[in-house]
């Protein structure tokens, strides 16, 4: 068979996603433990690679381990049952050799999942334990590896995920053979039901009302904070704030200075505007100018005494 990625930007809902699938593919009385999901592994896995490559990527330097992964997510994907979903935060990109990094041998189709990237930065800083909401922009905003240390060997291969418009626009726009079908985060919140519902159309899985809707259900923000609390969460980075912190859409607009959203709209405006995150949807090419209009804080309403 052949694998349909779970593509999407850190901090963008990808987890949350993997929650549903859990919850409507097991179709159980109770809700899926976040700490045992179906198999739907990060392929930037190093355990995952090394077992298919049949080497020792401790071994490797980082060229030569992306130069294998083509290969070992085609081997990968001969193993996947139909539905075989896998995460992945990589930008999908070309290798120096021109062979992509997800051969489409391997590849079904991808769900890209999309977060208006001033609620990512928020999440981002949170998550990686940024010192400032300027160092996770300053992220957000630059061509980025992941687990890229050298000094040691961490349990994921490096990546690359490239600036937030980057990363959106390989996904979207660079050539395939498979389709990929967009999802925004702010739309799995706003309509839960219509935005899971063309999800599993889109992966081939029959649609049933109440087995959708009790997926939701087991899968919303209450459920997954009550069991990160009572029995932690394996894939939290650090010992700060919870994985799943609030599950909001506009929560950037109480944290984030009017300057520290204006560095995001100079440096992501057209793919924001592209996307409905600014201004009106738009067709336009990335390379389009549209007017830098600064951002101000919304003014508290006035209370009459």
Known sequence: MSILWLASYPKSGNTWLRVFLT??????????????????QIVT?????????????????GDEIDGLRPDVYTLLAATQPQSGFHKVHDASRLLPDGRPLFP??????????????LAVAVSMRYH????????????????????SRTDRIVPQLRHYLGSWSEHVASWLDAPKSFPVHLVRYEDLLDSPAESFAAI???????LEEDRLAKAIRFS???SLQAQERSQGFAERAGQGALFFRRGA???WQEELSAAQVNRVLAAHGPMMRRLGYWGQPSSVPHSTPIPRRPWQPRRPRSRSK
């Open 23 to 40: 919850n409507y593919l097991r179709d159980g009385d109770e809700p899926a433990c976040i700490n045992d999901l179906d198999a739907m």
């Open 45 to 61: 896995s190093r355990e995952l690679f090394d077992t298919f490559c049949g080497g020792e990527s401790s071994d490797m330097t």
């Open 104 to 117: 489409d041998a391997a590849s079904r189709g991808a769900i890209y999942i999309a977060r208006n990237p």
């Open 128 to 147: 990686f334990n940024d010192s400032s909401y300027d160092e996770s922009i300053q992220r957000l905003n630059t061509a980025t590896w992941l687990s």
């Open 200 to 206: 599993l159309g889109f992966a081939g899985l029959p």
């Open 220 to 222: 919303s923000f209450a």
């Open 249 to 251: 859409a506009n929560g």
